[in-house]
């Protein structure tokens, strides 16, 4: 992206945008209605059947080496023990069905259904807001963005609430592709941008364990990250390896912004207050993860 188009909107907003809209994508990911409907697939239970199962299905019947290579900070061994094995229990059309049910009915479960707990998700808030995220995700350019991308083709749900995750997901998948390509440029491997993570401080290093590296990969991730200067010999970051988390965090704010350029500076404000309701009751559910590697917040 070049500079000027950058300068049309503040990178710091960008930034809190995201903030607000991660929580409305990832909670898909932790809330037990997604447990109960890829169960109802045959899906093994437990957060990461699920995760690989809904992540990966805009992306067609795909094997371990595209997801491994999409997903990025995931071993090929953790990446190998759900896909493509997931496919032979559920096809990614039905899997991609199921993960609209289960967001619907966390969504109402969240926000409320409309019949007891005033307009839920049926308020003209959520639609306001539903609208305002389509327009940011339909502005956005996926190419080099292969997640970005499989969400984009996927035919945009009827109702509000739907809308609103579906854009979520869209926008998110776009800034988490492009931040891929920005830790690629600060040549960080998939774990080496785990260890330089870990070693600012952004989560403890047994938090992302999830990802399947061994002790052995994590180690010679840390070496190599200590001979290039980025590193303390404790796994603290250096002033340098510091710098270099920023100048990736900048470039992945710069490369996610151009979207946001598809509302006028009132409408990013509006949109910001009508997510403030959501963002809180989705945080305040607890079904997040208080330590996490997903850079979402606390109420």
Known sequence: MSAQSVDRIDLGRVRQLWHLLEPLHAVAYFAPESFEESGRLGIEPGRWPTYFAWRAAPLGPVGSEQVTSAFYSFSPETVGQHIPSVWDVAAPGDVLAARLRAVDRAYRSLFGDGDSDG?????????????????????????????????????????????????????????????????????????????????????????????????KEWSAARERLVERGLLETDGTATEAGRALRATVERHTDELAAAPWQALGASDLDRFGDLLGEYWVAVLGSGLLPGTNTLGIGKV
């Open 119 to 215: 307009d839920g998700v049926e308020s003209p808030e959520l639609a306001e807001a539903a609208a305002l995220a389509r327009r940011v995700a339909e502005a956005a350019v996926h190419a080099g963005r292969p997640l970005a991308a499989a969400n984009a083709a996927q035919p945009w749900p009827a109702a509000p609430h739907l809308v609103l995750w579906q854009a979520a997901t869209i926008l998110r998948e776009h800034r988490g592709d492009g931040h891929l390509a920005a830790l690629m440029v600060a040549g960080l491997d998939p774990v080496e941008s785990l260890v330089s993570f870990a070693a600012i401080g952004a989560a403890p290093e047994e938090t992302f364990a999830s990802r399947g590296w061994s002790e």
